[in-house]
């Protein structure tokens, strides 16, 4: 499996952006896919996570309402929908691939195995 991410960039507060992450692989239909970033000299987060097949998603309190994870499996593309941008949305958003067979642990970076390259969200105030 590789991911691709793609459509970070340098943005103000209050804009939008929406990353997408290009899967190879046959299992991308069947997998738990979750977003992370990870700011200078922070550790790598959680983000979001959408289920297999889309029905179910989750989000870390600091993007709830802002954010939106989906899933085109035709396309074998995740996306990320960032409304509202803040400065402390600044990071290297990163794509990954859940290893779990069930929609667990979507939130633990050690149910995932394969990471895509991350993207660069730069927000200015």
């Known amino acids: 499996v590789q991911l691709q991410a793609s459509g970070g960039g340098l943005v103000q507060a209050g804009d939008s952006l929406r990353l997408s992450c290009a899967a190879s692989g046959r299992t991308f239909s069947s997998s738990t896919m979750g977003w992370f970033r990870q700011a200078p000299g922070k550790e790598r987060e959680f983000v979001a996570a959408i289920s297999w097949s889309g029905g179910s998603s989750n989000y870390a309190d600091s993007v709830k309402g802002r954010f939106t994870i989906s899933r085109d499996n035709a396309k074998n593309t995740v996306y990320l929908q960032m409304n509202s941008l803040k400065p402390e949305d600044t990071a290297v958003y990163y794509c990954?691939?859940?290893?779990?067979?069930?929609?667990?642990?979507?939130?633990?970076?050690?149910?995932?195995?394969?990471w895509g390259q991350g993207t660069l969200v730069t927000v200015s105030s």
């Open positions: 990954a691939r859940s290893r779990r067979m069930y929609y667990l642990d979507y939130d633990d970076l050690r149910s995932y195995d394969y």
